[in-house]
């Protein structure tokens, strides 16, 4: 296959939803700026395995923009943007593999679709394409690759662990510009979008119950309380579950919360962490949600084996009948919900995100046979700069420190 998209008619909307997107992202026009004059990446092949959607199309633009033969495919079945796909396919000549609502094995047929271009840099979010990479014993040629999300860095350092890891990994996520703001601030917002698209409730005066106090966490647990909700974390990690508890919120075991919780978000990035005993104890009318990257945190066999009848009540909204005769819903099949029932985090917070990734591409080629087969920071000034970078279309200035003061800061002589 040369793509697989849902429909090519659709990249006209595409076209506009980008274009809005690329005005906010300035950052990123930045790179791209240079990128057309500098061709880093010229004769390199890049394949993709991330969210498509808007702000990733400028992404892919830019890679393309440095010289690059650039492929991508959808990180999760249910994220994908049909007529940004389609636009990136007709107006851009970037293949593209994915479609929304694609099943388990065209999830996977579209990664071997990027995969045959024989890429010499993986792109990731979730570490699918680079496990793929790995387990199908297709590496050669590859010489390093990026994550962009917790769950994959966390995947990719376990491989690291186990001397698994067969090329270097940039983990973008571990950026200051990416987790303290994409996790914090665009978490944060698009769950409460996607959660409000899928149900139209009112959070104000609900009890909301946010697994997990990480950056999303914190993000989710923030917006939450500032549309009114009495939020209650659950954590497992008692520095994390302090923090929560002197940032204002309710601390509590999940099985007390899942007695009292009106809506339960996870955020983990662990496995069945909702699971049968949490849905029994719950109140009729309880609604769950995850925003952590795979649809493993809410367990759904679980759910499944105490329900009596399921229906779909409304788009992105299941309703579970449970057996005890209450009822809960589920929203977007458990999946990511700030890219299944929305559209994933603002351009403005992707821009130092994706500017990370363009960037980190540009250092792996750089860097060429000098880095180790481990999972790797951005060096320290390029995390700096786009922070610079983005602080510029601000509008803001901040000082700097004088020759004295570096001294000063530097030094173990000088005492009070």
Same mark, same amino acid.
């Given at each position: ?26 950052? #990123?026009?930045?790179? @791209? ?11 390199? @092949? ?12 400028? $992404?892919?633009? &830019? #890679? ?16 994908? !943007? ?26 996977? *047929? ?27 014993? *297709? ?12 769950? =994959? ?7 690291? *662990? ?23 601030? =665009? &978490?944060?917002?698009? &769950? ?32 939450? !309380? ?21 940032? =204002? ?24 962490? $909702?699971?049968? *005993? ?31 009848? @399921? ?15 209450? @009822? ?42 000098? $880095? ?43 005492? &009070?």
């Amino acid at each position: 296959m040369k793509y697989h998209v849902r429909n090519l008619k659709l990249a006209a909307d595409g076209n506009k939803r980008i274009e809005w997107a690329e005005s906010k992202m300035p950052v #990123l026009r930045f790179i @791209r700026r240079r990128f057309s004059q500098d061709k880093p990446l010229k004769g390199i @092949r890049i394949s993709c395995c991330l969210h498509v959607t808007t702000e990733t199309a400028n $992404l892919l633009s &830019t #890679l393309k923009t440095g010289g690059a033969s650039v492929m991508a495919c959808g990180s999760n079945p249910l994220s994908t !943007q049909d007529d940004v796909a389609a636009c990136l396919v007709r107006d851009y000549g970037i293949p593209v593999f994915a479609m929304k609502g694609e099943s388990r094995t065209e999830y996977y *047929r579209h990664i071997a679709g990027v995969m045959a271009q024989h890429p010499n840099i993986l792109i990731d979010d979730g570490a699918d394409l680079i496990s793929t990479a790995h387990k199908t014993k *297709r590496v050669k040629g590859i010489f390093g690759g990026t994550e962009e999300t917790t769950t =994959g860095v966390v995947r990719l350092k376990s491989m690291e *662990r186990d001397r698994a890891l067969l090329f270097p990994i940039i983990a973008v996520n571990d950026s200051d510009t990416k987790h303290l703001f994409d996790n914090r601030y =665009g &978490t944060g917002q698009s &769950t409460m979008d996607g959660i409000l698209r899928a149900t139209n409730i009112l959070v104000a005066g609900m009890k909301v119950v946010v697994v997990g106090y990480g950056w999303c966490g914190r993000g989710v647990a923030m917006r939450a !309380q500032g549309m009114g909700g009495q939020v209650v974390v659950c954590e497992v990690d008692p520095v994390k579950a302090l923090e929560a508890q002197m940032d =204002g919120y309710s601390v509590m075991k999940a099985d007390q919360a899942a007695r009292i919780g009106d809506l339960f978000i996870t955020v983990t990035g662990d496995i069945n962490v $909702l699971t049968k *005993r949490h849905f029994l104890a719950m109140k009729d009318g309880a609604v769950m949600a995850n925003s952590g990257h795979f649809d493993v945190e809410i367990d759904k066999a679980g759910l499944a084996a105490v329900t009596k009848r @399921r229906r779909t009540i409304r788009q992105f909204c299941e309703e579970y009948r449970l057996k005890n005769g209450r @009822r809960i819903y589920l929203l977007t099949e458990g999946r990511l919900v700030n890219l299944s029932a929305a559209e994933g985090h603002p351009a403005m917070v992707m821009d130092m995100s994706f500017a990370n990734q363009a960037l980190a591409s540009e250092f792996l080629v750089s860097k060429y046979g000098r $880095l180790g087969r481990r999972v790797h920071k951005l060096p320290k000034e390029i995390d700096d700069e786009i922070a610079f970078l983005k602080l510029r279309s601000m509008g803001v200035k901040i000082d700097k420190l004088t020759a004295e003061q570096k001294e000063y800061l530097s030094s173990w002589k000088t005492g &009070t």
